[in-house]
């Protein structure tokens, strides 16, 4: 499948990163956002970005934005992709939603980082059809895509969307639809130890990220990945791994809790564990 027509539904951080890569493979999008100034918001980023990247030899933000145009619900398309908030029941209900309005034909695509995809396929009359596609923040930069297949997720299907990721660019890793599938169930409790680490006094949030980044030879600390992530996110994972595997070890620390109840999301609200 060639998937000449893309709708991306959600613009912020991720959407807008995935609707840009798409929209530079040469493919026209369609971009929908339920929230006011969303989709402008999105648009205003991508060409920031853009900009960035045709100063090192990358493609004209304005051809690649031409290709991009605002959708004020969901409309047929090839294939959806959705990157709205980490609640189920949000995502279920566009995927039930996107059933009725795609056509048969049409993959329905979630860049969900936890939520089984089971679940959404069942939200569908097509379940064959649905399939994980986690992109990784900065999408325009990172090449990793991590593709999770369903209970029932086709061979056709997962085959289309490896070949789609290589088409863009990036590197495909297939992942069991489990909990969290592979970066998540790693990536959240190295996080969580940094925040208690931080909560019991062993070191000030500069000096964890440092040890981390020159010790283990991450470009970024964990803390300052969780700001970039949000700590709301980071919690709503949590909560996934933490209820669908049953095991203690993945509860959130209070103090990501405690963060989200202030309003300390990370960079999107200007303050998480730094200041922005």
Do not use: W
């Not at 031409?66 to 619900?73: I, L, N, S, Y």
């Not at 997962?158 to 639809?177: F, N, Q, S």
């Amino acid at each position: 499948m060639d998937f000449e027509h893309v709708l991306v539904v959600g613009a912020g951080q991720m959407g807008a990163g995935i609707a840009q890569v798409v929209a530079a493979s040469g493919r026209r999008v369609s971009l929908h956002d339920a929230a006011p100034g969303a989709v402008e918001r999105g648009v205003a980023t991508m060409r920031k970005s853009l900009t960035r990247l045709a100063e090192k030899g990358g493609p004209d933000p304005d051809e690649t934005l031409a290709r991009v145009a605002p959708a004020d619900g969901l409309v047929p398309a090839d294939l959806m992709i959705e990157a709205v908030v980490e609640d189920a029941a949000v995502k279920e209900a566009i995927f039930h939603d996107a059933d009725s309005v795609l056509p048969e034909t049409a993959i329905l695509a979630s860049n969900t980082s936890s939520i089984p995809i089971t679940s959404l396929a069942a939200a569908t009359s097509r379940p064959d059809r649905v399939i994980g596609m986690h992109f990784f923040n900065p999408v325009p930069v990172l090449q990793l895509v991590e593709v999770i297949r369903g209970l029932e997720t086709s061979d056709e299907t997962a085959a289309a969307i490896v070949a789609l990721a290589h088409d863009l660019g990036k590197t495909p890793a297939e992942a069991r639809d489990l909990p969290g599938f592979v970066s998540n169930r790693i990536l959240m409790p190295f996080i969580n130890e940094a925040a208690y680490a931080l909560l019991e006094g062993v070191a000030e949030p500069e000096a964890i990220d440092t040890i981390a980044k020159l010790g283990f030879a991450h470009p970024m600390g964990p803390l300052a990945l969780a700001d970039l992530i949000g700590l709301d996110t980071c919690v709503a994972i949590m909560e996934v791994l933490h209820h669908g595997l049953g095991d203690p070890k993945y509860a959130p620390c209070p103090l990501l809790r405690q963060y989200v109840q202030a309003g300390r999301l990370g960079r999107k609200s200007g303050r998480g564990f730094y200041e922005y």
